[in-house]
């Protein structure tokens, strides 16, 4: 289950940045060894439960399909859910959560039964690409960071006896707040209290070619930096050569929060003498509600987030450290958990609600396969339950009025005259106008009496 971001990111501090006119050449910069990034970098999403009536799991097997994700992070190892991916072509991170890793690290027996159980029993019917061990630790739980590694290495041996070693990679997610001094990247370091840990762990993961995990939210870094940080920054807008951000060691330019991110991250390593690890975000994403101390959480905003987010990462953008290198990413996460507790965002961090309507639309058509819900003929605007006749009466009239929508098939005789209820007839309505407005927003409204659904109003 994933940790409060609220919690995670309180220690994080993002305090240099530098907007310059410069227009220089950036310096040469070394190159991560491609065989550690073979395939394509991808987006996928992360699957929380916190979730009122979640899906059973061969139905949500059916709406990753569906929606065309291709690779998911769950956050233990649900054998329903295990099972239902069994011969599909999703790939799946399985997690250790961090109550387990006392009995996983200090027992060699119990790595292998939890790897036999969780990992043997489903693959290669199942494609496990990772296991997640602990969720970052180092930072909310510190207690137990010594137990970190030896959980790793005991569930790394237990993959080597089983002979799945190259197929699956071990690693552990971090908050961002383990790295210090981020901006300008190139002074970045990871805080040296933790140097036991970090360490040797950096080492396993450049021996067994496996990704440093980071979960990495723009949103926080803006949230905690206002008037710093502009907001264009960290949504992945197009700048201006004045807008960008410049690392005054290295003259490169950064145009998105997130790139000086992860090179944060590169740059930490490298003081550590590790060039060879991939960094994995294993999280990020944007709320798409708040209250009233989280303005800039809005529909608006993580759509341009995400949707901007998956062009960058599909359109194989690099870092400025490392452009031949695009790090892979986890949106967090599928569903609003609108079982989480306080504050309103955390329950407001999906791309769907728990029943598969949209959160918001995101623009990605025409950037790859990844996700159908986007701009195209598969989201609709219908009437919404609950509201009297009088009310949609005079949203339908103002929609075949006014709104100049297409309201000749619902004409008596006409093929779509049935069902003959004014429901029935504003949905149609309220559809044909939205789609002749282009789907823009605030075009499937009506006074609060209309919602956006995958389900075609047209269809019987």
């Given at each position: 289950?994933?940790?409060?971001?609220?919690t995670?990111?309180?220690?994080?501090?993002?305090?240099?940045f530098?907007?310059?006119?410069?227009?220089?050449t950036?310096?040469?910069?070394?190159?991560?060894?491609?065989?550690?990034?073979?395939?394509?970098?991808?987006?996928?999403?992360?699957?929380?439960?916190?979730?009122?009536?979640?899906l059973?799991?061969?139905?949500?097997?059916?709406?990753?399909?569906?929606?065309?994700?291709?690779?998911?992070?769950?956050?233990?190892?649900n054998?329903?859910?295990?099972?239902?991916?069994?011969?599909?072509?999703i790939?799946?991170?399985?997690?250790v959560?961090?109550?387990?890793?006392?009995?996983?690290?200090?027992?060699?027996t119990?790595?292998?039964?939890?790897?036999?159980?969780?990992?043997?029993?489903?693959y290669?019917?199942?494609?496990?690409?990772?296991i997640?061990?602990?969720?970052?630790?180092?930072t909310?739980?510190?207690?137990?960071?010594?137990l970190?590694?030896?959980?790793?290495?005991s569930?790394?041996?237990?993959?080597?006896?089983?002979?799945l070693?190259?197929?699956?990679?071990?690693?552990?997610?971090?908050?961002?707040?383990?790295?210090?001094?981020?901006?300008?990247?190139?002074?970045?370091?990871?805080?040296?209290?933790?140097?036991?840990v970090?360490?040797?762990?950096?080492?396993?993961?450049?021996?067994?070619?496996?990704?440093?995990?980071?979960?990495?939210?723009?949103?926080?870094?803006?949230?905690?930096?206002?008037?710093?940080?502009?907001?264009?920054?960290?949504?992945?807008k197009?700048?201006?050569?004045?807008?960008?951000?410049?690392?005054p060691?290295?003259?490169?330019?950064?145009?998105?929060?997130?790139?000086?991110?992860?090179?944060?991250?590169?740059f930490?390593?490298k003081n550590?003498?590790?060039?060879?690890?991939?960094?994995?975000?294993?999280?990020t994403?944007?709320?798409s509600?708040?209250?009233?101390?989280?303005?800039?959480?809005t529909?608006?905003?993580?759509?341009?987030?995400n949707?901007?987010?998956?062009?960058?990462?599909l359109g194989?953008?690099?870092?400025?450290?490392h452009?031949?290198?695009?790090?892979?990413?986890y949106?967090?996460?599928?569903?609003?958990?609108d079982?989480?507790?306080?504050?309103?965002s955390?329950?407001?961090?999906g791309?769907?609600?728990?029943?598969t309507?949209?959160?918001?639309l995101?623009?990605?058509s025409?950037?790859?396969?990844f996700?159908?819900?986007?701009?195209?003929?598969?989201?609709?605007?219908?009437?919404?339950?609950?509201?009297?006749?009088k009310?949609?009466?005079?949203a339908?009239d103002?929609?075949?009025g006014?709104?100049?929508?297409?309201?000749?098939?619902?004409?008596?005789?006409?093929?779509?005259?049935q069902?003959?209820?004014?429901?029935?007839?504003?949905?149609?309505?309220?559809?044909?106008?939205?789609?002749?407005?282009?789907?823009?927003?605030?075009?499937c409204?009506?006074?609060?009496v209309?919602?956006?659904?995958?389900?075609?109003?047209?269809?019987?």
């Amino acid at each position: 289950m994933a940790i409060s971001k609220l919690t995670r990111t309180n220690t994080l501090l993002f305090f240099f940045f530098f907007f310059f006119f410069l227009f220089c050449t950036e310096l040469p910069t070394p190159s991560l060894a491609q065989e550690n990034q073979s395939d394509q970098p991808y987006v996928g999403v992360n699957v929380g439960t916190d979730v009122s009536n979640l899906l059973p799991p061969s139905q949500l097997v059916s709406f990753l399909q569906l929606q065309k994700i291709t690779h998911i992070r769950i956050y233990d190892a649900n054998p329903d859910i295990l099972k239902a991916l069994s011969r599909t072509k999703i790939r799946v991170i399985i997690s250790v959560p961090n109550n387990q890793l006392l009995a996983i690290g200090s027992s060699n027996t119990t790595a292998a039964s939890w790897i036999d159980r969780n990992v043997v029993s489903f693959y290669p019917d199942t494609l496990i690409t990772a296991i997640s061990v602990g969720d970052e630790v180092l930072t909310t739980v510190p207690s137990s960071a010594p137990l970190i590694l030896p959980a790793i290495q005991s569930l790394y041996s237990a993959l080597v006896a089983s002979n799945l070693h190259q197929h699956i990679k071990i690693s552990t997610p971090h908050a961002a707040s383990i790295i210090l001094d981020p901006f300008p990247p190139s002074q970045a370091f990871f805080n040296q209290s933790f140097s036991s840990v970090i360490v040797p762990l950096l080492q396993f993961l450049s021996r067994t070619g496996s990704p440093l995990m980071m979960n990495l939210y723009p949103y926080y870094v803006f949230m905690q930096n206002k008037g710093v940080v502009p907001i264009d920054n960290a949504l992945f807008k197009p700048l201006t050569p004045s807008k960008e951000m410049v690392d005054p060691n290295t003259l490169l330019h950064y145009t998105n929060v997130l790139d000086a991110m992860v090179d944060a991250a590169y740059f930490s390593m490298k003081n550590l003498n590790i060039t060879d690890v991939v960094v994995l975000v294993t999280e990020t994403g944007w709320p798409s509600k708040g209250d009233s101390k989280e303005p800039y959480a809005t529909k608006d905003n993580a759509d341009t987030y995400n949707s901007n987010l998956i062009s960058h990462i599909l359109g194989h953008g690099g870092t400025p450290l490392h452009p031949e290198t695009t790090s892979s990413v986890y949106i967090y996460e599928l569903f609003n958990e609108d079982l989480r507790s306080p504050p309103v965002s955390e329950a407001n961090w999906g791309l769907f609600y728990g029943n598969t309507t949209p959160a918001y639309l995101l623009h990605v058509s025409g950037i790859g396969t990844f996700m159908a819900n986007d701009t195209t003929n598969q989201t609709y605007c219908i009437a919404m339950d609950g509201f009297d006749t009088k009310t949609l009466q005079a949203a339908l009239d103002w929609a075949c009025g006014p709104g100049r929508a297409n309201c000749s098939e619902i004409q008596p005789g006409e093929s779509c005259y049935q069902p003959n209820n004014v429901k029935s007839h504003a949905s149609y309505a309220f559809d044909s106008y939205f789609q002749k407005e282009g789907k823009a927003p605030g075009t499937c409204d009506f006074k609060g009496v209309a919602m956006i659904t995958t389900t075609d109003p047209t269809r019987k």
